[in-house]
């Protein structure tokens, strides 16, 4: 689970959010909304331990892993790795060959998963969109995480692109009680695959049900 | 040729430099620092010519310079988009540095010649040891933090999400790239020492598609390249530099006409 208890933050003299208080139970998809600037990669980030808060507490196990699809990459055509070796590249070393059979079959366990398999050997810089955002969330899949944050991982993708990565996230979700925060200006995409949100807004953030939410939460935010 | 000593020596001493300036230049394309890798070889000249301006050794004059500029460079442009600003600025600066100390010490021009194009004659067995023991050093720190220096190389976004020190890497690797761009000046010159550390690691990337991979092609193409070059240099009494560098451009645009030609078939 986590929990933010009266969470402040500020860069220098500027508020963020303050008396941010919600909790997001274990193998939950909830979705964060708001306008562009209101917080909500800050909230991850502190999450994640990268930023630091400036007042009240966040509580997050420490058992829990938190796997980031952060929204860009700097993938380019002539990027050179593969599929599988991109992936690859969130493994640790490892010393013992057993160990590292282990992860050859981790790998492999983790492009099944993500419908990647048939496509490891084609160069990153030569995949789609959508085949570059599988690739993002395999990658990131590699550490066990218990908490998925997905950072608009879908903003680039056409329409159909984007069902079919959702429906891959959630079955992930239901299979393997991944809980999963979901940062997006879609609403349609909030609504199919989200039961709560966190709305960012008025400097504070909130948490409400999805029957709330409602088109121009996205468009303004609340501003 | 390989009657003579210095051939020998010569030999010796460009095999260290292909090795480390092949595994390095892999990490200098992918952390797009071609540029700053040039400009360590100018300020690498301003080491060598204060070093000789003092009286101690060219080389250890070069390491002072490039290790104390890389480490600026990298705390000065963290942010990419600063990045050209300050290298040009900083490389301007050293240029200017390094033909003052020259003409300050009493040391003629074909000195200079030496520290910026390269000579494969100049080299004594007490250099040769000393570029060997730099080229190993380089390749244990690369070894000791290969897994995250490759994550941080390839995709430092992924890298900073998976929580990696991205910051103290990208210090570590400045280290070594002005260990190798100082090692690297003593065969194939200071001006052209980049040579080595872009055009093969960036060839390998048209044509092998994994770490481990790319790294054996650049280090292959630089030894191809500086062997080649000793062996012409040699027989035709002309440039070393000029015979690698013709070599190296040559591959790099066979190997970015083999990507093209792949992508239409």
Redesign the interface.
């Known amino acids: 689970m986590i929990e933010a208890k009266n969470l402040e933050k500020r860069f220098g003299k500027q508020l963020v959010f303050k008396d941010v208080n919600f909790k997001i139970n274990d193998g939950e998809f909830i979705s964060l909304i708001g306008h562009n600037g209101s917080g909500k990669t800050t909230l991850v980030k502190i999450m994640m331990g990268l930023e630091k808060k400036s007042d009240g507490e966040i509580l997050i196990d420490k058992k829990q892993t938190i796997g980031y699809v952060p929204q860009f990459r700097n993938i380019d055509l002539d990027y050179p790795l593969d599929i599988e070796q991109f992936v690859r590249l969130n493994l640790k070393w490892k010393f013992s060959a057993s160990k590292r059979h282990e992860d050859n079959e981790l790998v492999n366990e983790i492009l099944e998963k993500t419908h990647l398999t048939e496509l490891k050997n084609r160069p990153l810089g030569l995949a789609s969109g959508g085949e570059k955002q599988k690739a993002y969330l395999a990658q990131s899949l590699l550490n066990d995480p218990k908490i998925l944050i997905l950072d608009e991982s879908t903003a680039s993708l056409d329409v159909e692109v984007k069902m079919q990565l959702m429906d891959l996230v959630q079955e992930l979700n239901k299979k393997f009680k991944l809980t999963v925060i979901f940062i997006t200006h879609d609403y349609e995409l909030s609504k199919k695959y989200t039961k709560r949100a966190l709305f960012f807004a008025n400097k504070t953030i909130k948490p409400i049900s999805i029957d709330d939410v409602s088109e121009d939460m996205f468009e303004l935010g609340g501003r | 040729m390989f009657g003579y000593e210095f051939m020998r020596e010569a030999f010796i001493a460009s095999t260290f430099i292909a090795i480390t300036a092949g595994i390095v230049g892999v990490f200098v394309v992918?952390r797009n620092m071609s540029f700053l890798s040039h400009t360590l070889s100018e300020i690498g000249f301003a080491g060598a010519s204060f070093g000789v301006l003092i009286g101690i050794s060219p080389l250890a004059g070069m390491i002072l310079f490039t290790m104390v500029s890389s480490i600026a460079v990298g705390s000065l442009s963290s942010e990419s988009s600063r990045r050209e600003a300050s290298i040009s600025t900083i490389s301007s600066l050293f240029i200017g540095l390094g033909i003052l100390f020259l003409s300050l010490s009493s040391q003629s021009s074909s000195y200079a010649t030496n520290i910026l194009f390269g000579s494969i004659v100049g080299i004594s067995t007490k250099e040769v040891q000393q570029l060997m023991i730099l080229a190993v050093v380089v390749i244990l720190i690369i070894l000791v933090f290969?897994?995250s220096l490759?994550?941080d190389s390839?995709?430092?976004?992924?890298?900073?999400?998976?929580?990696l020190k991205t910051r103290l890497l990208s210090v570590i690797f400045l280290i070594t790239l002005a260990l190798s761009v100082s090692i690297g000046s003593q065969i194939v010159g200071s001006m052209l020492v980049f040579v080595l550390l872009t055009l093969p690691g960036a060839t390998?990337?048209?044509l092998?598609?994994?770490?481990p991979k790319?790294i054996m092609v650049s280090v292959g193409l630089s030894l191809a390249g500086v062997w080649l070059g000793l062996y012409l240099a040699f027989v035709t009494n002309w440039p070393v530099t000029f015979f690698i560098s013709s070599f190296e451009v040559i591959v790099y645009f066979l190997g970015l006409s083999y990507k093209n030609w792949k992508?239409n078939h």
């Open positions: 992918s290969y897994k490759t994550f390839f995709d430092h976004i992924g890298a900073r999400a998976a929580g390998a990337r048209y092998v598609h994994s770490v790319l992508l």
